[in-house]
């Protein structure tokens, strides 16, 4: 089992700045992919970044050039820096995990609020 607690978020004004964080505990193993995604009420989630724990990158169409993922594998964490934030930013944000391999479990955090005012 992999716990995720997320931290940041909040309400912020269009073109502001947000960071959101997320640590992971439990069985952690070595090799694996963490990111975020994010789900408004009436849609479904979608992706919006992922990092693996080497390093390769992956951003939504949508947040290229505006969101930066990191992550830092001696603590377990993963952050994401949201710059130049707009109102249809706004959603719930849901840190996940997951083993690399076939098939392995996706663990999510408990989600945080993100709000973008026009």
């Known amino acids: 089992q992999v716990q995720l607690v997320e931290s940041g978020g909040g309400l912020v004004q269009a073109g502001g700045s947000l960071r959101l964080s997320c640590v992971a505990s439990?069985?952690?193993?070595?090799?694996?992919?963490m990111g975020w995604y994010r789900q408004v009420p009436g849609k479904q989630r979608e992706l919006v970044a992922s990092i693996t724990s080497g390093g390769i990158t992956n951003y939504a169409d949508s947040v290229k050039g505006r969101f930066t993922i990191s992550r830092d594998n001696a603590k377990n964490t993963v952050s994401l820096q949201m710059n130049s934030l707009k109102p249809e930013d706004t959603a719930v944000y849901y840190c996940?995990?997951?083993?690399?391999?076939?098939?392995?479990?996706?663990?999510w955090g408990q989600g945080t609020q993100v709000t973008v005012s026009s």
């Open positions: 439990g069985s952690i193993q070595r090799s694996n992919t």
């Open positions: 996940y995990w997951r083993a690399t391999g076939f098939m392995t479990s996706l663990y």
